[in-house]
């Protein structure tokens, strides 16, 4: 572990505000000197405070042969995140935001200060295995023209998660909403949004590198902006990654690193998730207006309407005769979703 080196730094709360700036895709990294450290681990929490302890935990015991620091930033959690950080991993930055700025905005606080080679957004509800940081980093190091690198995820010890998917596209909401995909897995046309034909035991360039783990090249960063923070949550992966496609950077999985998703992953957004449900298709939106144009706009807010529509009517109905109000909360989220498309009005 003698290799490993950490910077130390007090909670940088009070100096935030002026890190931050809504106009994120104009901003450029400082440009890397060469003593710098490998990778700079940028992690937003909100109201996670076990999990991430666990997550931080296995990034400094199962990190070898690499320098790194890490950096958490919080979004005005309340379950005591950011004051389990500064006591137990004094050697962390924190960034304790007085609100909850979104990942995309938390995600560019944390890459403002990074002064690494690479940056790593990693969830908080993630352990690494088997040194995975330093193996994606040594790929990286030995494949120039990828701007972003995705690692195998892990739902159980048995399970591997299907991460890395198709760019988000009208048909490929329709193929998922209607049920398509899951119908015909092996599809090459149905099961285009999450590429469900693929094992991901085999390294693939993909559209989309799923943003629980993403690790970035800081001259990609440097060429095409960071995060767009139009973007609260979902989608900015999406959209980030479109971007370095435009400019020219392959985004690869590659299966020779792994980390495990604790539970399936959603652990911040499960807790509100009717305003997930809302803010899913608010992010979608918002990709499609910006990258694909109103003609494609358009026709995915059709598509939300017909599929919100459905979902409202029919799990209430099923809510009704089974007697399970988890249906209903299904049913109300349709229903939020459908106030939000018709009148722009989001759920409290």
Avoid at 52 to 73: K, P
Avoid at 110 to 121: K, N, P, T
Wanted: hydrophobic share 45%; net charge neutral; with cysteine.
């Amino acid at each position: 572990m003698e290799s490993l080196k950490y910077r130390w730094s007090a909670p940088l709360a009070e100096n935030d505000d002026k890190m931050h700036d809504t106009s994120s895709q104009e901003q450029v990294l400082p440009t890397a000197r060469s003593n710098e450290m490998d990778v700079s681990v940028v992690i937003v929490s909100w109201n996670t405070r076990d999990i991430l302890r666990g997550c931080l935990r296995s990034v400094f015991e199962q990190t070898r042969e690499i320098s790194f620091d890490v950096c958490v930033v919080d979004n005005n959690s309340h379950d005591g995140s950011a004051e389990m950080v500064r006591a137990e991993f004094p050697e962390v930055k924190l960034i304790a935001n007085p609100e909850n700025r979104g990942f995309a905005a938390a995600c560019n606080q944390g890459m403002r200060i990074a002064r690494a080679r690479y940056v790593l957004l990693l969830n908080p509800d993630t352990l690494i295995l088997d040194d995975a940081i330093s193996r994606c980093l040594r790929y990286a190091d030995h494949h120039a023209d990828v701007g972003v690198v995705g690692c195998q995820v892990l739902d159980d010890i048995d399970r591997v998660s299907p991460t890395g998917f198709s760019f988000p596209s009208p048909w490929n909401v329709f193929l998922a909403l209607s049920g398509l995909s899951r119908a015909f897995p092996r599809s090459r046309l149905f099961g285009r949004p999450e590429l469900s034909w693929w094992e991901r035991d085999s390294e693939q360039d993909v559209d989309v590198v799923t943003g629980m783990f993403m690790l970035v090249r800081r001259e990609a960063i440097a060429q095409v902006g960071m995060m767009d923070e139009s973007y609260f949550v979902y989608s900015e992966e999406a959209d980030w990654c479109y971007r370095f496609a435009q400019a020219g950077w392959r985004r690869v999985f590659t299966p020779c690193a792994r980390i495990m998703h604790l539970d399936g992953g959603a652990k911040s957004t499960s807790q509100v998730s009717t305003k997930m449900f809302v803010q899913m298709q608010k992010s979608a939106m918002i990709y499609h207006r910006k990258n694909l144009g109103l003609v494609a706009w358009s026709l995915l807010k059709a598509i939300y309407i017909v599929s919100n529509c459905v979902r409202m009517v029919a799990w209430f109905i099923l809510s009704i005769v089974n007697r399970d109000m988890r249906m209903r909360r299904k049913s109300a989220a349709a229903k939020a979703a459908l106030v939000y498309q018709f009148l722009g009005v989001e759920p409290e």
